[in-house]
């Protein structure tokens, strides 16, 4: 089942270097509609609590002290066949195999950071959506 709605980050890297503005435009552009947006800055325990499903990953330590250094902006986004559609549009995770025109193509500097997040299905983009956004955030 498709739904409407997909859950995107843009990560810490892409907030250091001044791309959040290039990243949404490419999300306008791509003709999705922002329903919930903002930035905030993870702590590690939020952050590893976000990525709990990794937790037995040897990665794991690294990636919540990524994504706990510095700001980035969750963002529910909205279009029909949202999810697949988003995940298109980012690309593949390591930049050097992502098509031309993906925002990991442009914005992603190696496969830890890549830049974006994005779903990668359904009922993950609801869940990681619900763990940023009440229902009153959503519009």
């Known amino acids: ?3 409407n709605r997909t859950f995107t980050m843009i990560k810490p890297d ?3 270097k001044g791309n959040t503005g290039g990243i949404l435009a ?3 552009e791509a003709g999705f509609r922002i329903v919930a947006m903002k930035m905030v800055h993870l702590s590690a325990a939020k952050a590893g609590e976000f990525y709990a499903v990794h937790k037995e ?3 794991y330590g690294e990636l919540v ?3 706990s250094r510095g700001p980035i902006t969750a963002a529910i986004l909205e279009k029909d066949n949202a999810v ?3 995940r298109t549009l980012i690309g593949a995770t390591n930049p050097a195999q992502a098509a031309e ?3 990991r193509k442009k914005y992603a500097s190696s496969i830890g ?3 974006v997040h994005g779903s990668d299905s359904n009922e993950n983009a609801a869940i990681e959506g619900a763990f940023f956004f009440s229902q009153l955030e959503q519009f």
Do not use: K, Q, S, Y
């Open 26 to 28: 490419m999300i306008n």
């Open 14 to 16: 892409a907030t250091e």
């Open 65 to 67: 002290e990524f994504m």
């Open 101 to 103: 025109g993906t925002i």
């Open 57 to 59: 990953r040897p990665f």
């Open 1 to 3: 089942m498709t739904t």
């Open 84 to 86: 697949e559609d988003f």
């Open 113 to 115: 950071e890549n830049a």
